[in-house]
Nanobody
Framework: VQLQASGGGLVQAGGSLRLSCAAS????????MGWFRQAPGKEREFVAT????????DYADSVKGRFTNSRDNAKNTVYLQMNSLKPEDTAVYYC???????????????????WGQGTQVTVSS
């Protein structure tokens, strides 16, 4: 599975961006799709995840209510709509995919087998 993330950019605080993650190589309909981010000097952290058919979503407390994770299985693509962006959202955002391994792994890097290359999001104050 190859994942291609796009949609990052520079935006002012309070603005919005929509990230996309297109999967190729095989269908990811049955896979959980996650988003993680890594700011300079910090560890990669969980942002959001969505189940294979989209019926289950989970968000980090820091983005809950501002970010929305969705997927279009017909396009083999997931999206992260980011609203009310804050400077602390600045990071490289990575999408990830993997089969369900249990609820323990949903927020963990080890819960995902495939990773995209990352897309930079910069929020100016």
């Amino acid at each position: 599975v190859q994942l291609q993330a796009s949609g990052g950019g520079l935006v002012q605080a309070g603005g919005s961006l929509r990230l996309s993650c297109a999967a190729s190589g095989r269908t990811v309909t049955a896979y959980y799709m996650g988003w993680f981010r890594q700011a300079p000097g910090k560890e990669r952290e969980f942002v959001a995840t969505i189940s294979g058919i989209g019926g289950y979503t989970d968000y980090a407390d820091s983005v809950k209510g501002r970010f929305t994770n969705s997927r279009d299985n017909a396009k083999n693509t997931v999206y992260l709509q980011m609203n009310s962006l804050k400077p602390e959202d600045t990071a490289v955002y990575y999408c990830a995919a993997g089969p369900y391994k249990g609820s323990f792994y949903g927020r963990r890097i080890s819960g995902y087998d495939y990773w995209g290359q990352g897309t930079q999001v910069t929020v100016s104050s």
